[in-house]
């Protein structure tokens, strides 16, 4: 894994945590709950994708941006063109001027042949320009009629291919029915960036519940990998968006925030 630069057990909040609520609520979010940072999600809120109004808030809030979401869902095509490798490089530009040390990166479409092609050596030599980290995260196939179709290429699962720092989702391990222990053993120190959710593994459904609502070894994780001196980001990345009100959504990110420093801690203090 490469050189982060954060103190271990490092917890930040995705802003996509937040939706329907906006960036700048993130923010807010973040600083008054205690997340020690931020993960930006660039995707259609014009504030994700603006460099100069993310410096403001970082800086108004005083809470750092630690990683940045390239943006490569579905949803997303269109963000910062079509182009995946501009996508990518100008994710890297977001990183290197906010200060954020990864860019969490999906597996290519597999409609997407060149870039699919080009993957793993494109992002060699991106990595040789830059300190900054990108993390390939896993994804998950689809299923239909006891049928698996699998979306992305070389792979949904990064862990068997080369890549150096890989972004460990554990509501997408839910969603492909993968093992999450034994995913992170495989990785070791390739594992740079974990995404801190839970599922109960409903078919093609990626939940991103609070974690410790769903069957995902979450504390199990989180306490492997303060036993074992990790390194990089611990990023709550959950869905609140059926949240009721504004204070429903904050119990639920508390909740998210408690649970990680809980786990986390509870490996040190055994030791």
């Known amino acids: 894994m490469s050189d982060i630069r954060v103190p271990s057990g490092t917890v930040a909040l995705s802003t ?27 995707g259609q809120d014009p504030v994700s994708q ?7 808030l970082r800086d108004h809030y005083q809470i750092p941006i630690l990683a940045v ?23 890297r530009e977001a990183a290197e001027r906010l200060g954020a040390q990864t860019v969490v990166v ?4 597999r409609w997407q ?5 080009e993957f793993e050596k494109g992002l060699a030599r991106m990595r040789e320009e830059t300190d900054v980290v990108f993390a390939v995260e896993n994804m998950f196939p689809l299923r239909a009629r006891g049928n698996e179709v699998v979306p992305y290429a070389p792979d949904w699962n990064p862990v068997d291919y080369d890549f150096p720092d890989v972004t460990l989702d ?13 995913m992170a053993t495989k990785l070791g120190e390739r594992l740079a960036h974990l995404h801190l959710a839970d599922g109960v593994g409903t ?7 609070v974690p410790g609502r769903g069957s995902q070894p979450c504390g199990p994780i989180l306490e492997r990998l303060a036993g074992n001196g990790y390194r990089g980001l611990i990023v709550l990345e959950i869905n609140t968006r059926k949240a009721t009100s504004r204070s429903e959504r904050t119990e639920d990110l508390t909740e998210a925030l408690a649970f990680a420093r809980l786990h986390y801690a509870a490996s040190s203090t055994a030791s």
């Open 69 to 91: 979401h390239a943006p490569c869902l579905l949803v997303t095509q269109r963000v910062w063109g079509r182009d995946p490798w501009l996508k990518l490089r100008r994710a």
């Open 113 to 117: 042949r060149d870039y699919a092609k």
């Open 16 to 42: 996509a945590s937040v939706y329907p609520e906006r960036t700048p609520d993130a923010f807010e979010l973040a600083a008054r709950l205690g997340y020690d940072g931020v993960e930006i999600m660039v």
């Open 50 to 56: 603006d460099i100069e109004v993310l410096q403001r």
């Open 106 to 109: 999906h597996p290519p479409f």
């Open 170 to 182: 554990l509501s997408h391990t839910a969603v492909s029915g993968s093992d999450a222990m034994e």
């Open 203 to 209: 078919t093609n459904k990626d939940e991103h519940l």
